[in-house]
């Protein structure tokens, strides 16, 4: 079966002459999770926005489903690092907007999105601005806005790490679940190698910009909330933390 | 903005304050040009019952009307700038258009549209026009890409992004705009009704000008004053409605 | 819209005739008004509608988008109007047959040095050129024998008089009623078109030329509405003042003491008066052309 | 903006579209009021050696002097809004005097300044500096509080914050407020330049309507175009130079 | 020896009603370190903002030195959550700012700022604006800022939040290195079990909204690189988060 996430070579030197990434290969099965981890500014968003068809490459070739991306994929969601949410809207516009964007109507859309934000904690917040609420909150709107639409693939951009320590794994464990539920194809960025670890079947280690990949290392004990307990997963950190160390 | 308490003090203490200025001046020019305020509110009220207000209400109805068209025109175009594509076509056309005074154009006006109240509106609403769309574009060309990529990546059509981004991202900036137009159409009122009408605020002042009646000439003024105030008025309730979020 | 009551006179086409004439709240403009309202247009079967103009700009503007037929006007303004390519004629005279019927006068600033015509001498006086303001400046000065004043350009009347009265130039030229205002509040009176020993400003009744060939009955009996109008207001003045007041707009502190105008029957107007004109506008450098009289005024009666 | 060959192509296209649109609507309404642009333009390349350079010059000169004005006074009390304390008091006056049509100030402005070049500086900076300011002053309320408490707890002062975050802030506004400005300002020299003076665009201008002289009126209007396309320019020039981070 | 930063039963209502922080009480001694971690949305950054001057707390005095705080303190530097960058200033202005704001010549702070950008790895970046950058690059350039002024009190809002694993360790050891040698007084709020542990030689832990203080930890083996490597580190990072867990 082709993999339904398939970066070819790709390459992206914005307009201004930063070379942000080169050459970075790689690919997801369908169902499967990826994570990839980098340092600072070594195109990692980059990647992510030609994946949602944001972005066209420089070189080579972004497939999602075995087409070319050329425009945002209908079945795929977006998290942005910097929530992406909009500040003119409350918090239950924001996470219903994908819905009314489908096509839902706006009063079925807020009612879908309500078993939703509370799952995540935001109920009693829904007419709140995002300018009312902490950084954590604002994140979790995004997260809700995707997830309403029930994406068959996932691209997340640094989706947790506005959250604090508990909440984090409380939406990591919610996020493994969904997917063992859903099995969603998962593109992850992150910059903790403990949630690379604990999400990530296949982890992408990029290099200092312009990225390149570093390593794919194979994580097939991912996929159960309690390998976070287990000997194996502290292993494998040290593993990847191995790899970034030597980007 | 008005409904507080503390606010409609400051509104007092501003009237009172000009009240007082006014007077002083005009005690020390001592010029018929310059009629003590109290004449001139005096004035003021007694000609409110003799027809002021409905010169008022007419005026008034023409400046919103104006304005209206103004924005049903200036919005969607001004809003189009967004795209970089449209507004390379778009902006020439601005530049070399908004910087003519545009009452010269009367002539043409009165040519294709005639003299009645669609040239009146049509005069004010040019004026207005070019106020708008230059703040609109402004605002338009300036929001955050961030904003597009993240409801682009929602699957959004361009209609979607105009909807939920470019509009409201804009909104703030098109009601300062709407703001700067109402005094606008107001001081173009002065013109447009001076001619083919015996209504209106700046009939009466025009009027009162050509024979010297300087109270009856200010007496025009502090309606148009309160004619604009109370215009401004509801925009900010119309402001603090649409724009909770700033 | 006013009602139409049955026309005892004429059941003639010109009764579908609507005249639309352009009038400044000036005194010239005055019989128009009573004949509107005294129904004496009908009376004549013709259907005149007056609108209203704050300034002269306005309404020439709407003359020539042909949105008025006719307006009350100085013969300058249409010499102007021909030249550039608009074609209105001079049906009557309105006012200035005689001197006494002069709209005009120099005044020179409260407390001023300037007593006399001479003294004007090199002073500053305030105007608004290439208008018949202008041309009644120049031609009073000039048969006053001054020969250098220092013109100071100033558009709008009402501004005019408030720079006179403040002193910030020495004279300025000035229409009624304002110039009475002037004098009112303080302005030395140096010299106005009636102290003349002929009429030198008119002011003339303006059709477009299309109209003048297409109706002319019609603007006849614009013109007989118009004489029976001012013959019932010069008969009895008085019955006629307040709201002569009124449509005149004379400022009120001087409306009492305000003499009424002697408003003239309609008549051609004289050539000599034109050419008067005319001359001042060619040597002004204002025309591209001649503008005969022939061409310019017509008089159908 | 200028500079780039892709846009001084976009304006040379508009220029064209517009000179069309101009030529087509001329043959169709044929009347002097609406003369050829070709003609026009041949008017206007001849008055230029005639002095139209010359009253271009004045012009300017008195349009950028007023610009001036109306700024070094809007922008400092403009920026003081950004205080709720002072925005206040500031508010009530501003809404109170603003909507006036300050046009029919004029004499009242001739009886204070006389009929000189400072009272046409006077009448068009009055205008010119309410648009600046109720631009400035909603720039200034809109700042984001966190830029003041980033500043704040470096230990600045009240100085400082004007200095560093609401003068920056609040620039980009200020340069459209500008840009509506500019326009504004050329379009009341048609007033401020109808009395007292023999020179100007608006005296040419309003000569040549008083004569019916509609070449003429129209070269002046393509004059003041131009005028205010330069100063249009002027401003973008500015404008990339002190907010490269927009 | 008084406390440098102390809260005495610390309260804040917002003016709309939320209620962000209640009865909070700590110190931290001259020359120590305080970590404070607390769930999203708790009032770790009102807690910071309060002893930065910046809000006044409607319950309680927050006192610095020994003296109540009423405007921000001269020797205090503050790194905010948002970064606190002014997108009008470039990289190198923003960084000089504290110093320009203390009366150096601009010319000359932005020479004593060189260096410090160097060792954050901005050399290159001084005339690039905020936008320019990545979000990591971003925080980077805000915790520049604060270093330049040397001050001897940091309050930090989770300085590191935005930064990968790797960059992150090595900012942690640079601060750790620099606590040492300058032993200024450190408040550092965070949502990083690991982080609070590695820099905070006390640790306050806060409850869910209102933020209430559950339970001060002592962590008196932090203060040197090599602790994040020994069995003590993951002991103590397993207490707090059983703390962390219970709120
Ligand atoms: N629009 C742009 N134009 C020019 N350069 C850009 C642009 N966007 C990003 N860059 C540069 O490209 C590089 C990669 O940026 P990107 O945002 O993809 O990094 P990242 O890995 O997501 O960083 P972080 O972990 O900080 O979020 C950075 O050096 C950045 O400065
Ligand atoms: N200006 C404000 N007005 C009203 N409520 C506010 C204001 N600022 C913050 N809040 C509320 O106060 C609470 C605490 O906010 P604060 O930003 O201090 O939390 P935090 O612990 O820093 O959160 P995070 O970890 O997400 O940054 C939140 O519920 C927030 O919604
Ligand atoms: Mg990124
Ligand atoms: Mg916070």
Redesign the interface.
Known sequence: MAPVIEARKLGMVYPDGTRAIEGVSFSVEEGESCAI??????GK?TLL?IF???LRPTEGIALIEGKEVVA?P?N???I???Y??????TVIENAA??LE??GVKARDARKAVKPILRELGLEGFENH?P?Q?????QQ?VAFA?ALA?KPRIM?MDEPF????????EKLQNFLLELWMKERMTMLLVT???EEAVFLGKRIVVLSHRPGRVVKVIENPMAGSVEFRNRGEFFEKCREV?RS??A? | MPGSEEKRWGYVVAGAVLFIIWHVLAYFVKSPALPYPSTVFAAFIAQLGEGLAIHMAISACRAIYSILLALSLAIPIGLLCHERKIDRFIAPFLYLLYPIPHIVLLPLIILLFGIGDVSKVILIGMIVFFQILVTTRDAARNIDE??V????????DKK?IYR??VF??C?PKILTALRISVGTAIAVLFFAESFATTTGLGYLIMTAWSRADYVSLYAGIVAMALLGFSLYMALEVIERRL???V | QTEKPESVTSEKATEKVKIRIGLLPIEDTFPVTVAKEGGLFEKYGVEVEIVPFQSALERDAALQAGEIDACIADPLAVILLRNAGYDVRIVSLCLGATPEEGVFAILAAPNSSINSVKDLEGRKIAISSNTIIEYVTDIMLKSYGVENVEKVEIKQIPVRMQTLLAGQVDAATLPEPLASLAAFRGAKLVLSDAMMDRSISQTVIVFRGELVDSKPDAVNAFLKAYGEAAEKINANPESYREEFIEKARIPKDIAENYKMPHYPHPQQYPKEFYEEVHEWAVEKGLLSKEIPYEEAVVWLQ
């Not at chain 1, 981890?37 to 070594?42: D, L, N, Q, V, Y």
């Not at chain 2, 990529?149 to 959004?156: D, E, N, P, Q």
């Open positions: 981890i980098g340092p600072s500014g070594c968003t926005f949602s068809g944001l945002p209908k795929a969601a977006l942005l690092q910097n992406g949410l909009f500040p003119w809207k907007l994908g964007i489908r601005y300018k609420l902490s950084g954590g909150m979790r806005r639409i691209l790490s506005s959250l604090d320590a508990l909440s984090r910059h903790s190698i933390r970034v160390g980007t | 961030y904003y990529y993240s409801l682009l990546s929602l699957g959004a979607d939920h981004v409201p991202a909104l724009c909770r979020w």
